[in-house]
Each structure stands twice: as C-alpha cells, then as structure tokens.
C-alpha cells in the first residue's frame, strides 16, 4: 500500500523555523510533488510545489521564507520553513502535486507558532 509519511512539525516561535520532511512510497521520481497546509477553520491549500526537475514554485504568502526540496534517491521531500509567523500556524501535508495523482492523505505534521 502507497503511504506517505510527514514528520517535523512542532511548537516554533514567530521569527524562527522548522524543517518538515515527508517520505512517500511508490513511485516519487516520476512525479511533481507538493507541500500543502489547513490551517484552522480553513481549506487545505497548497503551499509549495517541485517538479521532477526541481523546479518550484510557492504560495505567494510563503514566497521567500519557504523552501522545498526533494531527494529521489529516499523518496522525501522536505521543506524548510523560515521566518515563521501564527498564520503559519497548520496541519502540513505532502502528496503528489497534481490532484487527478494524489496518494491517500498521510496524517500531516503539526506546526504551532506562537510566543
């Protein structure tokens, strides 16, 4: 069974980081894959995306504070979270970038930023 796992995720003050990272079985390499995010209340959206040849592109709410990465060879993408703000404050998950291809839903990593 394809899984994907997300880890990394925790408790952060405004103005620091955190580095997500998620692994996901099956095929990776082939695919455009994504970070997304529900905040409180709202929709789960995506918040950044990498291609297989690692191009990128973000949110423009995180555009210049967040970075994706990804390394075929262990099947993980990782995300790097600077610069945090409350608004931040979500569930992150990670599954392939396009909807008609997306795996079954991991359980997301929790980033909480607050004082």
């Known amino acids: 069974q394809v899984q994907i796992v997300e880890s990394g995720g925790g408790l952060a003050q405004p103005g620091g980081s955190l580095r997500l990272s998620c692994i996901a079985s099956?095929?990776?390499?082939?695919?455009?894959m994504a970070w997304y995010r529900q905040r409180p209340g709202k929709q789960r959206e995506l918040v950044a995306r990498?291609?297989?040849?690692?191009?990128?592109n973000y949110a423009d709410s995180v555009k210049g504070r967040f970075t994706i990465s990804r390394v075929n060879a262990k099947r993980q993408v990782y995300l790097q979270m600077n610069s945090l703000n409350p608004e931040d404050t979500a569930v992150y998950f990670c599954?392939?970038?396009?909807?008609?291809?997306?795996?079954?839903w991991g359980q997301g990593t929790q980033v909480i930023v607050s004082p």
């Open positions: 990498i291609g297989t040849e690692e191009t990128t």
């Open positions: 099956g095929g990776f390499a082939v695919y455009d």
């Open positions: 599954n392939r970038a396009s909807e008609s291809r997306w795996l079954n």
